[in-house]
């Protein structure tokens, strides 16, 4: 049976946020950027593949395109190309308006944090862009963490960094990924996706 993710059965102590797809309504942009710079470099991308693999890091994904596809890139070099892609985009960018929400009524009432597999520099601008960073206590990115979603880890930073213990946060995501992540972190798991469903 799903929860209803409206409901509350407790009540958390902190609140986590995924941002791209969560907070941010960011997903078909990151798409637009994937696809000019997959096919800059001669790898196939779908676009189902590209949600699938929503929260793992553009280095991550980018291994894994040119290992399957057996094309000689720097990862690194062609994530940083594709978040200069992204960024262009960023004036479009506006918030997932259900989620938004519940961060601005509990902002001030209790800790929040958000917990990306973006990039830290553009995570913030996101943030920055709309108008709420300083809702956050805490921001905790891919560069943070050695082990990226679907571990628990990120998740667990940021708990730890707004001194929350993590069997007392609620966290919110958009992807198959991530909701392991928080599972696996032992907090309640309110999935955006059931949020965004027609009544």
Request: negative net charge; contains cysteine; charged residues 25%.
């Amino acid at each position: 049976m799903m929860m209803d993710p409206t409901a509350q059965p407790k009540d958390p102590q902190g609140l986590i946020f995924d941002c791209d797809g969560t907070l941010a309504d960011t997903m078909p942009l990151h798409w637009i950027a994937w696809n000019e710079t997959a096919r800059r470099h001669g790898l196939h991308l779908t676009e189902e593949r590209f949600y699938a693999l929503a929260g793992v890091p553009s280095r991550d994904i980018l291994k894994i395109l040119a290992r399957e596809q057996q094309v000689e890139l720097d990862p690194v070099a062609v994530a940083r190309e594709k978040e200069e892609a992204y960024l262009e985009h960023l004036s479009h960018v506006g918030p997932v308006h259900v989620v938004y929400e519940i961060a601005r009524e509990n902002h001030g009432k209790l800790p929040l944090a958000v917990a990306s597999g973006g990039n830290q520099q553009v995570i913030l601008q996101v943030l920055e862009h709309l108008k709420i960073r300083h809702w956050f206590q805490a921001v905790v990115t891919s560069e943070d963490v050695e082990h990226q979603k679907p571990a628990p880890d990120i998740f667990l930073e940021a708990a730890r960094r707004i001194g929350v213990p993590p069997e007392c946060c609620r966290a919110y995501e958009d992807s198959d990924l991530g909701m392991q992540a928080i599972r696996a972190a032992g907090m309640e798991a309110v999935d955006v996706r059931e949020l965004l469903k027609p009544a």
